[in-house]
């Protein structure tokens, strides 16, 4: 089945750490993006990739980094400069910029 | 800058009836599409119905069905013969079509609808 699959489910960052969160889909799309959503809120761009090897800041970028080594794959870092990383985080993917995005089933990163 | 604006932050329905959600954009674009997505409790985000501005036709999806005003930047959400598993939050979101937007979504805040037995 084609699909965006996200893991982990659920994550846990301490203190100084950086984690990552794995998003990877089979539909063939060159275009992926990562939201982050806050509760009762819509979903903000924290990071988009149009190509392989190619990657644009979104709206909410500052604490985190990503990288698109392959048309499958979009890892983001939440790294410890972002100070409120509590948050869902959703990974979507599209056939190009004019195209509908389809989500993955998102990752609740939660601080400990 | 494009912003989405959902101003019924809840809403409620009886099972088989029919109800409508709000959404308003501003926009300086003339080309762009219009999407209402629906994120249930399990809180994936699931595709409900696009519009494309440059069609006058509005868009059905079975029960889902959209008013799309272009002169009024509005984009509302008609759902019919609502069931159970229409509760959820939905969101009304923009991209621009050409430019520099790269495909971004603008979402609104959501509106959560509960449909009653």
């Known amino acids: ?112 | 800058a494009q912003t989405v604006t959902q101003s019924q932050p809840e809403m409620s329905v009886q099972e088989a009836e029919t109800v409508t959600l709000s959404c308003t954009y501003d926009t300086s674009e003339s080309n762009y599409y219009l999407f209402w997505y629906k994120q249930p409790p399990s809180r994936q985000m699931i595709l409900v119905i696009r519009q494309e501005a440059y069609k006058q036709q509005n868009a059905t999806e079975n029960r889902f069905s959209v008013n799309f005003q272009k002169a009024a930047k509005s984009f509302s959400l008609k759902i019919s013969d609502s069931q159970l598993g229409d509760t959820a939050m939905y969101f009304c979101a923009f991209t621009d079509a050409g430019g520099t937007s790269y495909g971004k979504l603008t979402f609104g805040q959501g509106t959560i609808l509960t449909v009653h037995p």
């Open chain 1, 1 to 112: 089945d084609g699909g965006i699959t996200q893991s982990p489910k659920y994550l846990f960052r301490k203190e100084g750490q950086n984690v990552t969160l794995s998003c990877e889909q089979n539909l063939n799309h060159d275009a992926m993006y990562w939201y982050r959503q806050d509760p009762g809120q819509g979903l903000r761009l924290i990071y988009y990739s149009q190509i392989v090897n190619d990657f644009q800041k979104g709206d909410i970028a500052e604490g985190y980094s990503v990288s698109r080594e392959k048309k499958e794959s979009f890892p983001l870092t939440v790294t410890s400069a972002q100070k409120n990383p509590t948050a869902f985080y959703l990974c979507a993917s599209s056939i190009g910029p004019k195209g509908t995005q389809y989500f993955g089933p998102g990752t609740r990163l939660l601080v400990l």
